[in-house]
């Protein structure tokens, strides 16, 4: 496991300034994501109060706002897709070029499939891993606490309330973030081993015409594909409790904190 990390960091060394520039557009966007609701909540102000002069000067921010946000969500997807398509076709190539020095004996107990699975689909996680899955994992922890931060500026008791119900969000994505991992390991080793037999079909295929064993090679093809379909409905049942569960947090905090503020406010 020390190994697999370490050859992971070793990109980040390696495209350091692409990394840094990513860096900026996070906390880029975590600032606009706090810039929002000032912008929301001071506008209405000014509005309500005809306040024309102030209306006009927050209005301007507001388009600055829409300009950054753009920017900055342009700048963040391309960035991360270059990582990802960096880290992709680096490890193909130093992937493939190992396979081409491994002993004969190695391809005799190995599928071709399966090989040529791990060139492709794993790599392919392993990409996006290096470049959106890995920049959510540090955003999201730095938004709650900016957030927090902001809250506290605000409404102290407010900030109390959400921080209480934090615990119980990370101890939902834990829950289902482990059965999600399980299930996605046991998908890609099934899709591997349907790719694999759809290889070693399509190069035997005249031994299958030969013998008259289409409905055999169809069969058990058909079962390959079964678990892969049960694997994607489990996979679709723990998304549909994660996402159900964030949400019904989610709104429980913002009960909360309007029945909280509507009750300090009188």
């Given amino acids: 496991m020390k190994g697999i990390y370490s050859e992971l960091f070793a990109y980040v060394k390696k495209k350091k300034f692409t990394y840094a520039l990513l860096m900026i557009c996070l906390f880029t966007g975590i ?16 509005a309500l109060d005809g306040n024309t002069k102030e209306f006009r000067f927050i209005l301007i921010i507001g388009i600055l706002i829409l300009f950054f946000t753009f920017a900055q969500n342009y700048f963040d997807v391309l960035i991360k897709n270059y990582i990802s398509s960096f880290v992709r ?31 492709i689909n794993d790599v392919n996680v392993v990409g996006d891993l290096m470049g959106n899955t890995l920049i959510s994992l540090i955003q999201g922890p730095l938004v709650a606490i900016a957030a927090f931060i902001f809250l ?33 390991g046991e998908l890609q080793e099934q899709v591997s081993q349907s790719q694999s037999y759809i290889q070693e079909t399509m190069n035997n295929m005249p031994f299958v015409r030969t013998y008259l064993i289409g ?14 379909f049960n694997y994607d409905l489990q996979k679709g049942k723990v998304q549909a409790a994660l996402q159900g569960s964030s949400q019904a ?6 009960l909360i904190a309007f029945g909280l503020g509507a009750y300090l406010d009188r």
């Fill in 152 to 184: 506290i500026n605000i409404q102290w008791q407010l900030a109390l309330i959400c921080g209480l119900i934090g615990p119980l969000i990370i101890l939902i994505g834990k829950v289902f973030g482990t059965s999600m991992r399980k299930i996605s």
């Fill in 215 to 228: 409905n055999l090679v169809a069969e058990k093809f058909g079962g390959l594909t079964k678990k892969i």
């Fill in 249 to 254: 947090v989610g709104f429980l905090t913002f």
């Fill in 31 to 46: 600032i606009l994501d706090l810039v929002l609701p000032w912008f929301m909540m001071n506008i209405t102000d000014s």
């Fill in 89 to 119: 076709n680096n490890l193909r190539l130093r992937l493939f070029d190992h396979y081409l020095k491994l002993p004969m004996q190695f391809f005799s107990k190995t599928k071709s499939g399966e090989n040529s699975s791990r060139i």
